[in-house]
């Protein structure tokens, strides 16, 4: 069985949470405290639902304590929209976000789109321009070096780089992705984009091109 973590100050939301994710067959441990989470074993979760607004310690913080530890899909509950606060939460190794208000609907399709991902079987490395992916491993060397990018930001390379020259929109992308076809808000993968160029840079490549009023694509 597939266990899901939430965690979240307000006990109305882990309700919704926990009973519209136990219809769908899993497993849903709720806290309400966050400093509860040191006593549990997170690598029993496969999945972690985490307000960033509460009390004693926020979102963001525990997401940084916790993101070395643990290798499951982190997505973050937010009424904060602004995209100083959504570069942060992604940054430091957020995979995704849900913004409050939300229906049950996004919620169980957002939940089985990024347990999908975790499933899908990779068996063999490529290159390309000089930019080695580890497919099973899930991670990039490019001249002996290993560039440290989170999931999320790992499978956005890899849709474009195994798709160089195409151009793809947002939407696209998330869609690919995660497997859920968002409707308006695209924000993420702008965020994530900016991350990893950022990670690129620093190893001197710069292979993701913008197409402007399009999208992006690998050079």
């Given amino acids: ?5 939430a965690v979240d100050d307000e006990e109305h939301i882990l309700r919704l949470v926990k009973n ?13 405290n966050p400093l509860e989470l040191a006593k549990l074993k997170l690598s029993d979760y496969q999945l972690i639902l985490m307000d960033v607004m509460m009390p004693g310690k926020d979102g963001f913080t525990l997401c940084r304590e916790i993101r070395d530890s643990v290798d499951c899909p982190i997505l973050f509950l937010t009424a904060k929209t602004e995209e100083a606060d959504l570069m942060k939460g992604l940054g430091i190794g957020g ?3 849900i913004t409050k208000p939300f229906g049950i ?3 169980r399709a957002r939940v089985a789109a990024h347990l999908r991902r975790e499933t899908r079987e990779k068996k063999q490395a490529v290159s390309v321009g000089g930019v080695q992916f580890l497919l099973k491993a899930k991670k990039v060397r490019y001249r002996d070096m290993e ?3 989170t999931k999320s930001e790992y499978a956005i390379c890899e849709y474009l780089a195994l798709n160089h020259g195409q151009v793809f929109s947002k939407d696209r992308i998330y869609e690919h992705v995660f497997g859920y076809e968002k409707e308006s808000d695209n924000s993420v993968i702008t965020e ?3 991350n990893i160029r950022a990670k690129c840079q620093k190893a001197g490549l710069e292979p993701i091109e913008t197409v402007w009023g399009i999208g992006y694509r690998w050079k």
């Fill in 95 to 97: 995979d995704d976000y």
């Fill in 20 to 32: 519209t994710l136990e219809r769908e067959g899993y497993h849903v441990t709720t806290v309400l």
């Fill in 147 to 149: 560039i440290d990018f």
């Fill in 1 to 5: 069985m597939i266990n899901i973590l």
């Fill in 105 to 107: 609907g996004e919620l």
């Fill in 192 to 194: 994530h984009i900016k």
